[in-house]
């Protein structure tokens, strides 16, 4: 294992107690472009069908081989060793900036609609932060100052190219290391040392003492308070995962903290549940439109232990790190859960066809999002990872359980390395269309009213359709689909719930907006929807007709 992946484990089954996420080992996942950039456009550039039909009775059929219109795609986009962004310590400004570029364009042409950007590593900062340092994995130097704000950048160059934001924090993370020497004088951890905790060679902030729970929570909430943020994301990382032959030293908190709980198990899971709680309340308080979610390791018990468990073998988060993710769903505290099933399917210690609809069951009825955690970065691997359609058997098992809203990949690198041949099967066979992001409900928001089309016209680069909103809502972005031939009657409110006639999205401009649609046979009428930044959608604008 490199040392710069700390997060690359395979699960063994032969030890099948210990099975470890990806994020284990590494102890936790522009300016604006031109308006007329193409965004999300399918790869294939085959022809779009206007599948979809009306019964007598009015009701429209879609095609049920159509895939998914709304389904989230997203990656993680890693700093933390460099793993993924910035791709090495100190690089310019104008570097950093084109890396982070060429990574979501990327995403773009892979299918993808979101990506989770880590933006606190290890207690510090990709943002001008009064609470925290400057991430040493931007320049090498902590608190050294890259000559520039990256998450700002990061958001905009997401927006412009329509991919929703989530910031991702490791909340009690301070160092790989375990020497508080080596962190900046006014770090906080070296200002409040009793916060502190050193488990398996790294530091840690202590989640049982409560001035260190609130300041984790403001020290990110400045960021959601200052940013446009889409989301907040978590990973799996509260407690640190166990290492043998070490206890974790918080003896003496619990000693001034636990008063109430017989057990320091029940008040470390606790503790985590306090700061979930209190982010998710900070957030929806700050800003009721961002999503919150956390991307748990995969098992939350087995069902040896907990009869509520899952039909598996492997580690604990419930137990490991102390993360009773299955109660943060059923209360109510997420806005989506991510776990992180990193395994194939039929592995008996841990089996993907266990887990996935284990997880639907729980947040049934809770108006939870499940996406699924699908391990990029095993593609390639001996045994079932050495097939390239084993990501794409995941999502063809995920579309037999309408409770998966989606997939985030890890990491954003493994997808243009060793999961490239894997990812070519994926876009393929599943991506070959563009999917809007599913609506989550209570966040707020409205359809804005329809846009209209004005202009319609075959160019050197595809086909030119420029867009105005319409009256009210400034839509976040539009949609755009093309029905083959001349426009009809019937059928345009049905063909515009299939996905094969989305030929893609792309962010609202002040005044018109002109897409570029890419080539196509024959004639094809356009019709265009507006969104807005929760994915509520418009009625279909006017026609457009291209012979």
């Not at 700093?79 to 364009?105: C, F, K, M, R």
């Not at 592995?347 to 391990?375: C, K, M, R």
Request: overall charge negative; glycine content about 10%.
């Amino acid at each position: 294992m490199a040392s710069s992946h700390r997060n690359s484990p395979v699960p063994r089954s032969s030890r099948a107690t210990v099975l470890i996420p990806r994020t284990a080992l590494l102890c936790g996942a522009l300016a604006a472009v031109l308006t007329t950039s193409l965004v999300h456009t399918p790869s294939s550039g085959a022809a779009p069908r206007a599948a979809g039909t009306h019964t007598p009775d009015g009701v429209c059929e879609t095609d049920p081989q159509a895939p998914p219109k709304r389904q989230m795609r997203a990656e993680w986009i890693a700093g933390v060793y460099n793993i993924d962004w910035p791709s090495e310590q100190g690089l310019t400004p104008e570097e950093q900036q084109a890396e982070l570029a060429a990574l979501y364009d990327r995403a773009v042409d892979n299918g993808l609609n979101a990506v989770f950007v880590q933006v606190r590593p290890t207690a510090d900062a990709f943002w001008p932060s009064p609470h925290e340092p400057w991430s040493e994995w931007l320049t090498g130097e902590q608190g050294g100052d890259p000559g520039y704000d990256p998450l700002e950048f990061a958001v905009e160059a997401a927006h412009a190219r329509n991919l929703e934001f989530h910031a991702w924090y490791n909340p009690y993370r301070v160092a790989m290391h375990a020497d508080p020497e080596r962190l900046v004088e006014d770090h906080p951890a070296r200002q409040n040392p009793d916060w502190v905790f050193e488990y398996g060679g790294r530091l840690y902030y202590d989640p049982g003492i409560p001035e260190a729970r609130e300041f984790v929570i403001e020290a990110m909430m400045h960021s959601v308070e200052n940013y446009d943020l889409d989301g907040v994301h978590f990973d799996d990382y509260f407690y640190p995962y166990p290492v043998a032959g070490q206890t974790i030293p918080d003896e003496d908190t619990f000693a001034e903290h636990g008063g109430g709980f017989d057990g320091i198990a029940d008040w470390r899971r606790n503790n985590v549940d306090l700061m979930v709680q209190g982010m998710s309340e900070a957030v929806h308080a700050a800003k009721p439109h961002v999503k919150f979610g956390i991307s748990p390791f995969g098992i939350w018990r087995n069902a040896s232990s907990d009869p509520e468990g899952s039909d598996t073998n492997g580690s604990q988060s419930y137990d490991g790190q102390y993360a009773d993710s299955r109660k943060w769903v059923t209360e109510g505290w997420l806005d989506y859960i991510n776990p992180q099933v990193y395994w194939e399917i039929g592995l008996p210690v841990a089996d993907y066809a266990v887990l996935v609809p284990w997880w639907e069951e729980v947040a049934e009825g809770t108006g939870t999002h499940l996406y699924i955690g699908q391990a990029a970065y095993k593609a390639g691997n001996a045994g079932a990872w050495s097939d390239p359609r084993e990501l794409a058997r995941h999502l063809e098992f995920n579309r037999d359980h309408p409770g998966v809203h989606g997939d985030v990949y890890f990491s954003a690198t493994s997808l243009d390395t060793n999961a490239r041949e894997a990812m070519d099967v994926v876009v393929e066979e599943h991506y070959a269309h563009p999917a809007l992001i599913p609506v989550k409900d209570g966040l707020g928001g409205a359809a804005p009213a329809a846009p209209v089309v004005t202009r319609a016209a075959r160019g050197d680069g595809g086909t030119e359709v420029t867009i105005r909103p319409g009256r009210g809502q400034d839509p976040a972005y539009y949609a755009v689909y093309a029905l083959d031939g001349p426009p009809g009657r019937d059928g345009v409110a049905c063909g515009v719930e299939d996905p094969r006639s989305m030929v893609g999205t792309v962010r609202a401009a002040d005044g018109e907006t002109v897409f570029t649609a890419p080539a196509g046979d024959g004639d094809r009428t356009y019709y265009v929807t507006a969104l807005d930044r929760l994915h509520h959608e418009s009625g279909v604008s006017n026609p457009r007709y291209v012979r």
